[in-house]
Nanobody, 115 residues
């Protein structure tokens, strides 16, 4: 049973946008470092965007300026706004929460960008 639930994936054309959301419990969300990862077919899972413990956002180089991570503390959600999507962004996107040495994952949501 997954304690993080992602939504918002789908099929989009090159240059399009998608917004992913990740909802979890307050128990997990509070004091967690939240982030998004992705895994393309045949490749290892990679970090896409994350909040540092200080609250600032970090992005992998390939998505800088196109993807934006945000969190809503009142709703215990973290979102990933993806713009100017490229075919190489195609992957399963996973939400992650790091809390006190424990890593929580969602089930993943498929993002497919057609050329």
């Amino acid at each position: 049973q997954f304690q993080l639930v992602e939504s918002g994936g789908g099929l989009v054309q090159t240059g399009g946008s998608l917004r992913l959301s990740c909802a979890t419990s307050e128990t997990i969300f509070s004091s967690s470092v939240m982030g998004w990862y992705r895994q393309a077919p045949g490749k290892q899972r990679e970090l896409v965007a994350t909040f540092t413990s200080g609250g600032s956002a970090n992005y992998t180089d390939s998505v800088k300026g196109r993807f934006f991570i945000s969190r809503d503390n009142a709703k215990n959600t973290v979102c990933l706004q993806m713009t100017s999507l490229k075919p190489e962004d195609t992957a399963v996107y996973y939400c992650n929460a790091q809390k006190k040495g424990t890593s929580y994952w969602g089930q993943g949501t498929q993002v497919t960008v057609s050329s």
